[in-house]
């Protein structure tokens, strides 16, 4: 199974500053990482899949990048509605797995 | 628009058994993959099993291989999962999700329902 591991867990900072949120995977995923935004009380929203591409919708200050175990997403400058929680996930191989979260919360 | 929507929650003893479905409009349900997640409350995400759009592939996550069956029904545009010998760890806000590339890479989902194991 691949384990994906997200830092930090918690990411406090202000409206229009820049967020990086990170993904490590214990193994290459091959691309195959997505990023998923969850607000409370709501169901997950996809922002990335395949590592760089941004899904219907999303806006352009969601951005990610890596290769191979590791990957990150940027946010260029935070908008109110962007504090939620982020998770990764990898569709490389059987089981698909998620990360633990990160929650980016108002400093 | 493309919808998905649970039902069949509720609280069940533990060795108990329950059938979820998900009722999908809005887009061509044979052609897709489609998954089960869930949440336990408070937690993180977890996969829990997928069926190909042909319904002849299928794949489970080990903690409810044998015991869960995922199935759909093209007539009535239904994802179903079948949940036998339930367990308190199996509590969960489950929800399905439909894939648009391959497996994984979730863009629709439904509000998701509440099972809950517990005597």
């Known amino acids: 199974e691949i384990v994906l591991t997200q830092s930090p867990a918690t990411l406090s900072l202000s409206p229009g500053q820049r967020a990086t949120l990170s993904c490590r995977a214990s193994e290459s995923v091959s691309g195959y990482l997505a990023w998923y935004q969850q607000k409370p009380g709501q169901a997950p929203r996809l922002l990335i899949y395949d590592t760089s591409n941004r899904a219907t919708g999303v806006p352009a200050r969601f951005s990610g990048s890596g290769s191979g175990t590791d990957f990150t997403l940027t946010i260029s400058s935070l908008e109110p509605e962007d504090f939620a929680v982020y998770y990764c996930h990898q569709r490389s191989s059987w089981p698909l797995t998620f990360g633990g979260g990160t929650k980016v919360e108002i400093k | 628009e493309v919808q998905l929507l649970e039902s069949g929650g509720e609280l069940v003893q533990p060795g108990g058994s329950l059938r979820l479905s998900c009722a999908a409009s809005?887009?061509?349900?044979?052609?897709?993959?489609m998954s089960w997640v869930r949440q336990t409350p408070g937690k993180g995400l977890e996969w829990v099993a997928a069926?190909?759009?042909?319904?002849?592939?299928?794949h489970y996550a080990d903690s409810v291989k044998g015991r869960f069956t995922i199935s759909r029904d093209i007539s009535r545009n239904t994802l179903y999962l079948q949940m036998n010998r339930l367990r308190a760890e199996d509590t969960a806000l489950y929800f399905c999700a439909r894939s648009t590339r391959g497996y994984g890479d979730y863009e629709a989902w439904g509000p998701g329902t509440l099972v809950t194991v517990s005597s």
């Open positions: 069926i190909g759009g042909g319904a002849d592939v299928t």
């Open positions: 809005g887009f061509t349900f044979s052609i897709y993959a």
